[in-house]
């Protein structure tokens, strides 16, 4: 059941909450919660009926029905692979669906996080009532997704159940050999190497279970891992978690599921990217069976993902410990060295591409003193030099360069919240007025969001308890220091609310 179908604030003033709620007569705007929730609960009925479960709970399990405004059913998927996939599968019977039953012409996928909901507060609260249904795993890190563009699309271009479970598609840069080796990666990449060495033998680390923050080179070694595999004449799988939900679902629904899995099991490596995005319980009893298949014919796993596998939501306890209970190795945040290796590495293979391409030992060290992120980013720079150098036509120089990578250095920088900025969202969030926040009133209704904001001000903005004072209507700082204790302690007990809160300070500093 769908319970995450709320767009009202939590705190909601209740006189102006109900003349939202009103579904005005012409159908043209249906917001109340209720008719909205069978609206999809109908539709998902049809959906079944048509698709079968598996199909509806993998595509549609972590969909969220926004509302219907002016004859467009709004909606919401968490990645943006959901998005082009239901876009390019499914839009067109939702289409047909709304307009029979939620008088809607038109239907508008966009990914949680992304685009036009995020501009509104109410409509992107957090999922405080999310049943805790493994089809809704992926939802739970909405927003998180940076995925790179460039990432290797195994069956680009062919239909799923057509497509080769042999290896394609690997990114031939993504080596051993181009792999530069530090001290927050070492133990990582010993640990990769060792596996590649020992496909096909007594694995000794199995699964090798990698995981790091974004751009801190997961893919990479996973890839060189099946470069090694490939060079060694043996079969290796790489897919990123999205890629086998979404060749499982279509080989259950071409029923070729058996092959599918024959596949799987036919090969020396199996590498699962990202897996903390696998979604879809049937899709991950199905990772399940695969994994335990594998393991006890002794292949070689690797999983990356952004974070150890005890803190991977929503996923099965038995895959979680099935994927730990193989080496688990963390990569951390580059230090200065690492960083200055990594370009100078890239910045000697454009060189060698392009003899005109000079970067001077001072520019090198310049960068990788200010793009302190991830590999990613030490890409971007390298490509804006590139850009820079061929635009020039003189000699890079520290200035130059510094122009030329001023955008990047400029998105790390945090960003300063003022205290208006606050007020503003916190007004806009739980639907009561600036004035009401500065004002002396106590309902319960004002209280509560002006203690919120007073919080919220006292951690993202450098002013002290006295001047937050001033600024919430010339209140004292104890006043101010009371509510900031008041709200820590309901963060500590109130989960819900330690969400909500998270979500309004990512707002305020994103
Ligand atoms: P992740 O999968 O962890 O998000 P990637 O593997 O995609 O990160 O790495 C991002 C970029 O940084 C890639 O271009 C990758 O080649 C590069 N990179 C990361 N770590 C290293 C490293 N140790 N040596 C060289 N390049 C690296
Ligand atoms: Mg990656």
New binding site residues.
Partial sequence: MFQHMTISPIHSNSAKASTRDTIQADSQSVTRDAPLRSIWDRIRRKLRAELGDDVVASWFGSLELLGIEGGVARMTVPTRFLKSWIDTHYAARLRRHFATDGHAASVEVTVRGEGREAGSAKRILPRRTVEASANLAGAAIAGGNAR?ASEPQLWQGKKPHEAPMQLSALDR??TFD?????RS?QFACAAARKVSETIGGQSVYNPLYIH?A????????SQAIAHACQAEGKRALYLTADRFMHSFVSALRSQTAIQFKDQMRNIDLLIV?DVQFLQGKTVQQEFCHIINALADARRQMVV?ADRPPTELEGLDERIKSRLGGGLCVE?GAFDED?RRR?LA?RITAATERDASFRVPQEVIDFVASVITS???D??GAVNRLLAHANLAGAPMTLESAEVAIRDLIRAREPKRVRVEEILKLVSAHFNVTRADLLSSRRTASVVRPRQIAMYLSKTLTLRSLPEIGRRFGGRDHTTVLHAVRKVESLIDNDPALKDEIALLKRMLTE
């Fill in positions: 790179s840069h993504l181009n792999f530069v080796v530090g990666n790091a974004v751009g801190l080179g997961k893919t990479h070694l990217d990356a990569i690492l990594i590495r991830n590999g990613r030490l890409d």
